[in-house]
């Protein structure tokens, strides 16, 4: 296709729009496709404006930072230090027109450009919910990233130990800048998870043209508790204790243990013969002291 390009300018800023039309045949290419570079670190790229359409027609390279020089068909393009976060590269050539009466126009490509800054830290948290964990109650995992760019281009992974539990990637774009984001991801545990460590990374994904391999950076561990209603050394109170029985002591007793979160309940019954012993409960629903 060929392309219309449009200049609008003032005192605040300069913009070049391109608009598709037909019969382009000889587009300006960039090397590399696309840009992927590092926040303040140095940059280049080259553009050839044509092979043979643009020989004997004005040609160019539009930026907004950085310093070009013509070699040719050929347009170098440098910045020393890649600090403008709304950046743009478009190169372009005049095309007249097939027909005396239709007007000139020009045939550009925009250069696909992208700016990215690794995290600052990575944090993970569980969302609302402090403390130790219940058996099979569903709770949110958190992760998040601070002063990350592009955000969109982030995959928060979630861990528990070696094991990955999920992967999260935003859908929205956010405008590029460094900003702090949360990735949520909903996790149930279970018995065999007590004392697990739960961490995330946040790795940035940049396509083939980012840096191999991708930047990753990753939390702290977070060590787990997990409450289970069957598991009895997370009883909290469990223990009972007579220290002396008489005859009178007699009778039925309920013995109420807590893990801190629920209430267990046990009744047994005590017939007291000579010499006493201490005992523990709930493990007897009839108890015999002697």
Request: charged content about 15%.
């Amino acid at each position: 296709p060929r392309k219309l390009c449009f200049t609008f300018s003032s005192q605040i800023f300069t913009l070049l729009v391109c608009v598709t039309v037909l019969n382009c045949k000889d587009k300006p290419v960039f090397t590399p496709s696309r840009l992927v570079v590092k926040y303040g670190d140095p940059a280049s790229v080259i553009c050839n404006a044509c092979q043979q359409e643009c020989l004997n027609e004005f040609f160019n390279l539009e930026y907004s930072v950085g310093k070009s020089t013509k070699t040719g068909t050929t347009i170098s393009w440098n910045i020393d230090n890649f600090t403008d976060w709304t950046a743009s590269l478009q190169c372009y050539y005049n095309k007249a027109a097939e027909n005396v009466s239709d007007p000139d126009v020009q045939c550009c490509t925009i250069l696909p450009l992208t700016v990215y800054k690794p995290p600052d830290k990575v944090s993970i948290s569980f969302a609302n919910h402090t403390g130790p964990l219940i058996e099979a109650h569903p709770y949110t995992l958190q992760c998040t990233v601070h002063n990350v760019a592009p955000v969109e281009k982030v995959m928060a992974i979630f861990y528990r130990g070696h094991s990955v539990v999920g992967q999260v990637q935003v859908n929205n774009s956010y405008g590029g800048k460094p900003m702090t984001h949360s990735y949520t991801l909903d996790v149930t545990p279970h018995k065999g998870e007590d004392g697990a460590a739960y961490w995330c990374a946040a790795e940035l994904v940049l396509g083939p043209e980012g840096p191999q391999p991708p930047p990753v950076v990753i939390s702290q561990n977070m060590t787990t508790t997990v409450y289970c209603e069957s598991d009895n050394k997370n009883l909290l109170h469990s223990i009972l204790t007579f220290e002396s029985a008489a005859a009178e002591h007699e009778g039925k007793y309920t013995c109420t243990v807590s893990n801190g979160y629920w209430n267990f309940t046990e009744e047994f019954h005590v017939k007291v013969h000579g010499e006493f012993y201490i005992f523990t409960c709930p493990l007897f629903s009839d108890v015999v002291v002697k």
